[in-house]
């Protein structure tokens, strides 16, 4: 919440150094509606030609104006409504522009890394992804603002898979790989194996315990009793505590009778655990789908696996 509130103040502070600059260059002159001032006439009204404009102030060398000219663009193909929520909706949005507001994103992500905006940057190169999964520069430029955001080396490998399943043969990506695959071995290199597990033990408790005391995660009355069960005997580095494992314990075991008994908020929970994983589901097969359409063989591969695993499935249901 607190980055998306930054990043959203960068933005305002982007946005009002471009009328700025409009407004200190076209004192000299009117410029007719629909256009903008400065370094020539721009058509306000066209996403393509607020990109072009920003390209010639990239080139110029004026950053803040740069900016000002794509973030009108994605405004103009956002329509006046909110960024939207998933990647399946920026993906479907990208193709209505017609290809046009990846690539904003990706160079917006670039000028506001030259403005040291690091967070800001990655989100538009993240939401870049999400417009064209299987365009290698998008991935390139989130790696390249994860890095400067001082984002954990295990979270840039992460992203860095991701982008190599989507762009399975891009070179750049493959050597970006290599480098964090080298700096991830170097440091297990400069740390004792016990320490390593050590430390991974503590981040699983804490996870667990993150959901365990969280009212609104339908996981609750699972690691509640994994938590529990952890303090009652002083495992994974906690100190032993009977009466605060009590209380874990006493809690997932009520949640698991009401699920037992059909309570209503037990099946709530199930049916939100169900919703929220077809949810994921529908959204990767509209990735695929999209990416298989476009020729991608690797993408075909996977939903012919699917649909056969699908099939499958139905007819053992049918035959019980």
Known sequence: MMRERLCSVRRLEVLWGGIRSNTEQSSSGVVGGGELPGQGSVAAHSPSALKDAGGEALAAGDIVRATHMYTMAIDLVLEGEAPP???ADWFALDAKSGGVLHALLSNRSLTLLKQEDAPAA???????????????????RLLAALDASFTPLEERRRVCARALRACPGHRALHEAMTVLDAEAATAAAGKPAGRRAEEEEAEQIAATRRVAEDPGDPRRFMAAGDFGS?????????????????????????LRRAAEGGDESAAATCDQLLSEAKAREEEALFKLRALASGGDSRARAVLEQHEAERAADLLVFSCI
């Open 85 to 87: 929520a998933s990647g």
């Open 122 to 140: 990655a989100e538009d190169a993240e939401h870049c992804t999400c417009a064209r999964p299987d365009w290698p520069k998008g991935h390139l």
């Open 230 to 254: 952890a303090l009652a005997v002083g495992a994974f580095g906690l100190q032993k505590d009977v009466a605060a494992a009590e209380v874990y314990l006493r809690g997932a075991e009520m």
